[in-house]
């Protein structure tokens, strides 16, 4: 069974920091880019960073350039989000999901984890 699981989502000050997990179980993820989606409440879902398949490129958008870093572990077929200087506009259920490329498609998604930034 193809399955993508996110985990590290919580509760955080602001100014506080997480890092998000999203790991695949059913196939490799070294094949795949993947990309992580938030949805705040009453607002669409929207992509917040993607990495290729082998990591060489990675993509951000402009909101969370310079305080989110994405990275992946192929060994562990594992990727993570690295969220600095949260705010509570990063309040979303936050999302990853796999692609051939990142502007592909997304084929398999996971269910999301909630994160929450209040003081």
């Known amino acids: 069974q193809l399955q993508l699981v996110e985990s590290g989502g919580g509760l955080v000050q602001p100014g506080g920091s997480l890092r998000l997990s999203c790991a695949a179980s059913g196939f490799t993820l070294d094949a795949y880019a993947i990309g992580w989606f938030r949805q705040a409440p009453g607002k669409e879902r929207e992509g917040v960073s993607c990495i ?28 993570y989000l690295q969220m600095n200087s949260l705010k509570p506009e990063d309040t979303a259920v936050y999302s990853c999901a796999a692609a051939s490329w990142c502007q592909a498609p997304m084929d398999y998604w996971g269910k999301g984890t909630l994160v929450t930034v209040s003081s």
Do not use: M
């Open 52 to 79: 290729s398949g082998r990591g060489g490129s990675t993509k951000y958008a402009d909101s969370v350039k310079g305080r989110f870093t994405i990275s992946r572990d192929n060994a562990k077929n594992t990727v």
